[in-house]
Nanobody, 117 residues
Framework: QVQLVESGGGLVRPGGSLRLSCAAP????????VGWFRQAPGKDREIVAV????????YAADSVKGRFTISSDNAKNTVYLQMNSLKAEDTAVYYC??????????WGQGTQVTVSS
């Protein structure tokens, strides 16, 4: 079992920035893919970005490309989602997830991001 802990959400004005963090206390992300997902009210959960821990490969959804960056810090065993140029439509609960195979097995509790003036 892998426990994931997210942090860094909050309220920000349009055009602002936030950085989300995802940690797995007492565990390493070695051999995992770690992803960020989000779910806005009344909408399905959608994938935002993914990073392969071992090779550092990344993926970002078209809706966030050029604005959001996923990265990892091996020493801190933490994955980050740097979110810049935030828009109202980025408002959602953001979840961190991890997997070793095809299925996202482990999920964090979620952190709220609200973009509003």
């Amino acid at each position: 079992q892998v426990q994931l802990v997210e942090s860094g959400g909050g309220l920000v004005r349009p055009g602002g920035s936030l950085r989300l963090s995802c940690a797995a206390p007492g565990r390493t992300f070695s051999s995992y893919a770690v992803g960020w997902f989000r779910q806005a009210p009344g909408k399905d959960r959608e994938i935002v970005a993914v990073i392969g821990w071992n090779d550092g490969s990344t993926y970002a959804a078209d809706s966030v490309k050029g604005r959001f960056t996923i990265s990892s810090d091996n020493a801190k065993n933490t994955v980050y989602l740097q979110m810049n140029s935030l828009k109202a439509e980025d408002t959602a609960v953001y979840y961190c997830a991890a997997k070793t195979g095809s299925k996202w097995d482990y999920w964090g509790q979620g952190t709220q991001v609200t973009v509003s003036s």
